[in-house]
């Protein structure tokens, strides 16, 4: 018996029990040996044997569920690095025995705990620490020493440094039986690093990457045709220009190419945006992505890969990300500066100390390591996040999904907004225009039902039965029994006319444009004015014909406005405009839109956007409402006010006791104690902050 | 004071019992879906008890 293996991705489906309700339905089926769904990702996998499914009919009984399946690649899983949590885990049972230590020994010291007692307490610490310290500790003592050999230092350093000096100079000091050991600092010290490290993977695996979402709309598998009939299946990578491939309707084109077949309608929203089936021709060029609504099809393979309009399409999200990435290495540059100053001022306490005043080297080495430990930006590396992740936390609540702390910093400086059109300021559903009778309506409504094409779904409401024996011609129009028409301009006797793509003529030959209209989305009217007061008139950019945008900018009250923008055209709007020195933010829906969202300072997508512009947002509204953009524009201007706040308290701190621990004022457990002290004060400062209204 | 010479080792050791747990939740990748496996919990059935035969 031999048995096949697939993992399905599920897009549309929407909680954990739809995938229950699969997999069961799935297990039910003869010869399905393993169907596990993975609720959270969105994916199944399916066992079966080959003698008796295939995978075709798999994927026809989940589609017979009513849910899409994509066959998807599964990819080798990314190294992230060291893993995180056994080490946090690790640090937390550590640091919980070690603190329950110190206690006793704290109180123990002002009651009647003896110096025997004090030391096997000390002792158990040490045990503990030691190896905590080194295997949790890990994370910073690895990068420390792997930039230390090719002579770098990152802010990874003076932890590291701190660790092992706090660590070692304990273990002297329990080993000499002194009263005072600072393995509870050590290991809170680490296990309070470690909790800000998972949280910021967290955050980076959720924002993902849009260039590599984007390949993997193409990592999808292909039939080929050969020349003697036959058909192989492989990987749509393995492809190569000329190639002849089937695709069945449901599937993904793996390739650029040109169609074979008859007319057929395709759904490019992941490429476009648009929500409206197109209805390509033969010979009409297809873009990889798209989906086969009404299949099987043959193409001509014109382009594959990177070559592909998608593929471009991530190549230039992944030039703009790699632009994004310049803020990270400005707070490297700034490590860079800081640390040797950290390390010049513990240094210069313990010399400062052992030789000019000749204290003893242990107590020198204390009031190096209590300068290394205060010097810590801690509070100024909290300074910002305090605030932010509070906000989040507050925006999140009010429906706003906002994916990094920087681009919640950035939202209150925007000075222009760029918004794109259809689906994002206008709903993705048209409707007809308001000024048609209602008879030729009506009529055509009839006519609209006995059709498939997308224009006539948009007509049809279900409120007029369809006529019976019409006469369907495919891509023109539909003719009805007693010769009314629905159709192209051409179809309808007008081939001049452009006011409209669809027209009706009734049975004696008056002919009527159907015109649609679009509605702006909720809240865009408020959105409009809320950011006339903090900056410039937004900017209208859509991919439609321009005459579309300007009737919708007009009636929706936007001054500026863009047509025909292709995705590259959109990008260069945005760079000019941040090239003036502008903050940018971008609004939009779908895949043309993709490259803009990642090029802008902060952009806005919605829950039901396509799921690549989702992913290249940093702010994703769960209800498509833009006034929430402008709470969220006002949350931010709060939250900034706080973050100066704790920055120059933070400075302060560090201004205040960095002298004190150079003049030995300070131990490594009350340095250690004032720097909790700084971080929660920042903390503290940051739940000022109060809701979305 | 003799007692807590035994008893640290004893409460060391439960730590590190939970610790292991820990670990353990972590190797088997009971993390990779927690959306399904609340749900699982309620919804899927209950694989069939299997019930041996009582030997004579």
């Known amino acids: 018996m031999s048995t096949a293996s697939e993992t399905f991705a599920l897009p549309d489906v929407r909680c954990a029990g739809c995938v229950l309700k699969i997999e069961r339905s799935l297990a039910g089926l003869p010869g399905v040996e393993l169907a596990r769904g993975n609720a959270t990702q969105k994916r199944m996998r399916v066992v079966w044997d080959e003698a008796v499914q295939s995978l075709d009919s798999v994927r026809a009984a989940i589609l017979g569920l009513g849910y899409q399946a994509e066959q998807i690649a599964v990819e080798a899983p990314v190294d992230t690095g060291p893993a995180l949590l056994p080490r946090l885990g690790v640090a937390a049972v550590g640091m919980m025995n070690i603190m329950a230590f110190s206690m006793s020994v704290w109180f123990g010291a002002a009651t009647d705990m003896g110096p025997s007692t004090m030391q096997y307490m000390h002792w158990l610490s040490a045990a503990i620490a030691v190896p905590v310290a080194l295997y949790s500790g890990s994370i910073f003592h690895g990068p420390a020493l792997r930039a230390l050999r090719q002579g770098h230092m990152t802010m990874d350093t003076p932890i590291s440094l701190a660790i092992l000096a706090t660590l070692i100079a304990s273990l002297v000091e329990t080993v000499r039986g002194a009263e005072h050991v600072y393995f509870d600092a050590v290991i809170a010290l680490i296990f309070f690093l470690l909790i800000g490290r998972v949280l910021e993977r967290l955050m980076h695996e959720k924002s993902g990457d849009a260039a590599a979402n984007l390949r993997g709309l193409m990592d999808v598998r292909a039939t080929r045709l050969e020349h003697d009939g036959t058909q192989t299946v492989l990987a749509a990578s393995e492809l190569i220009v000329g190639d002849m491939v089937l695709v069945k309707s449901g599937e993904r084109l793996p390739a650029d190419g040109t169609l074979l077949s008859d007319l057929v309608h395709v759904d490019e929203s992941v490429l476009t945006g648009e929500t409206k089936p197109r209805a390509a021709a033969k010979g009409a060029g297809l873009a990889a992505g798209a989906i086969v609504l009404d299949g099987p099809v043959e193409v001509r393979v014109t382009h594959v890969g990177e070559a592909s309009e998608i593929g471009q399409l991530a190549q230039m999200a992944e030039e703009v990300t790699a632009h994004k990435g310049r803020l990270q290495r400005m707070s490297d540059h700034f490590a860079r500066g800081y640390i040797p100053l950290v390390l010049g001022g513990g240094s210069l306490g313990f010399l400062m100390w052992f030789f000019a005043f000749g204290a003893s080297f242990a107590d020198s080495l204390m009031i190096a390591v209590a300068v290394l430990i205060v010097t810590c930006p801690c509070a100024a590396g909290l300074a910002t996040p305090a605030v932010t992740s509070r906000a989040m936390n507050l925006a999140l609540k009010a429906g706003i999904v906002v994916k990094s702390g920087a681009a919640l910093e950035q939202l209150g400086d925007i000075d222009q907004v760029f918004i794109d059109k259809t689906g994002t300021a206008s709903l993705p559903q048209l409707t007809p225009a308001a000024s048609l009778s209602v008879e030729v309506l009506g009529a055509a409504r009839a006519l609209a039902a006995a059709s498939a094409h997308p224009l006539a779904r948009a007509l049809d409401d279900g409120s007029v039965a369809a006529v019976s024996n019409a006469k369907e011609v495919a891509g023109q129009g539909i003719e009805g029994p007693d010769g009314a028409r629905l159709g192209s301009a051409a179809f309808v006797g007008k081939p001049k006319d452009t006011s409209a793509s669809l027209f009706y003529r009734d049975e004696n030959g008056v002919v009527t444009p159907i015109t649609f209209e679009e509605h702006a989305r909720a809240g865009l009217s408020e959105f409009l004015s809320s950011v006339k007061d903090v900056a410039r008139p937004v900017t209208l950019l859509s991919g439609d014909s321009a005459t579309a945008v300007e009737r919708f900018a007009k009636s929706a009250g936007i001054a500026d406005w863009l047509g025909r923008q292709t995705p590259a055209d959109k990008l260069n709007i945005l760079k000019a405009a941040q090239a003036e020195g502008n903050s940018v933010m971008m609004i939009g829906d779908g895949i043309n839109d993709t490259v803009a969202l990642s090029a802008a300072d902060v952009s806005v997508s919605f829950a039901e956007a396509t799921q690549i512009a989702q992913t290249s947002a940093d702010i994703v509204l769960t209800q498509p409402d833009l006034r929430r953009v402008s709470q969220a524009m006002a949350l931010s201007r709060r939250a900034r006010r706080l973050i100066h706040q704790n920055l120059t308290f933070s400075t302060l701190y560090n201004v205040l006791t960095v002298p004190l621990a150079l003049a030995g004022l300070l131990s490594p457990a009350l340095a250690a104690l004032l720097m909790s002290a700084s971080s929660i004060v920042v903390m503290a400062n940051g739940y000022r902050l109060r809701g979305v209204k | ?56």
């Open chain 2, 1 to 56: 004071m003799n007692a807590i010479i035994f008893l640290i080792p004893i409460s060391l050791m439960l730590a590190g019992v939970a610790l292991i747990a820990f670990l353990w939740t972590l190797r088997t990748r009971q993390y990779g879906d927690p959306e399904g496996d609340s749900h699982r919990i309620l919804l899927a059935e209950d694989a069939p008890l299997t019930i041996k035969p009582v030997p004579r």
